[in-house]
């Protein structure tokens, strides 16, 4: 029995090992508490967020130790990168989508995007209805959306007279990023400087790269695959 309980304990500490390793350096795991990137991801998606995209300084790691804001490895985000930051002094974590880069000059103006001077181009893709995870009967405006660079991703749009649709010139400093969500008329992000403001490159997390599985309410009424109510089309999609 001795020799079992020695065993058992030894598998344990070795599952904790590379568990431990594996979210520190790998890829750690998140879900998603609320639309503001709608639809790109939905609410209860559950995402892995790769750690070694960007390098590794003390808010990449668990519990944020004290080892040192400069990053090892360090990596810049791409523009349309969708990743997951800390506010420290807010205590909890983000997820938005990458919009302006450092230097970059930043502006919405009757709720189209202009960067640098020029309207990011969208193509409408159709009307959404459907109930928010909050119990809301919801209309949005569906558009492919293409960045500089040439990503492209969908947005929502409730509305282009929306209270963040016309903003103030904003120009990105050195070393910090401009975040949006995708469901553009639903996100508190980099929009509004009272709150979230610029993104200084230390507190960037990591990227989102997949979602693993999904904790999705099939009742929403997008055009999700659910069979028998599983919301397997949320499933192992890679994070565009």
């Known amino acids: 029995m001795a020799h079992e309980a020695k065993a058992f304990i030894k598998d344990i500490l070795g599952i904790i090992f590379f568990y431990v390793i594996f979210t520190t350096v790998g890829w750690a795991s998140f879900h998603i508490p609320s639309g503001s990137m709608e639809p790109t991801l939905?609410?209860?998606?559950?995402?892995?967020?790769?750690?070694?995209?960007?390098g590794y300084n003390q808010y990449s790691l668990p519990f944020d130790p004290p080892v040192g804001e400069e990053r090892l490895f360090e990596s810049a985000p791409d523009r349309g990168d969708v990743v997951v930051f800390t506010l420290p002094y807010r205590d909890t974590d983000y997820i938005k989508r990458v919009i302006g880069l450092p230097g970059d000059r930043i502006q919405m103006k009757e709720g189209r995007l202009y960067i640098n001077g020029v309207q990011v181009p969208r193509s409408p893709v159709?009307?959404?209805d459907y109930t928010s995870y909050n119990g809301f009967e919801t209309r949005v405006k569906e558009y492919d959306e293409t960045l500089p660079g040439g990503t492209v991703h969908r947005i929502y749009e409730r509305t282009d007279r929306g209270r963040l649709d016309n903003t103030p010139l904003y120009v990105v400093p050195a070393d910090h990023y401009f975040m949006m969500g995708d469901n553009r008329d639903a996100s508190a992000d980099s929009r509004e400087m009272d709150e979230m403001g610029f993104v200084h490159k230390k507190y960037i997390v990591g990227r989102a790269d997949i979602t693993t599985f999904s904790l999705y309410d099939c009742d929403q009424g997008k055009d999700v695959f659910c069979p028998v109510g599983i919301p397997l089309g949320r499933f192992f999609n890679s994070i565009n």
């Open 42 to 54: 939905e609410v209860g998606d559950r995402i892995f967020v790769a750690k070694f995209a960007y």
């Open 126 to 128: 159709g009307e959404v």
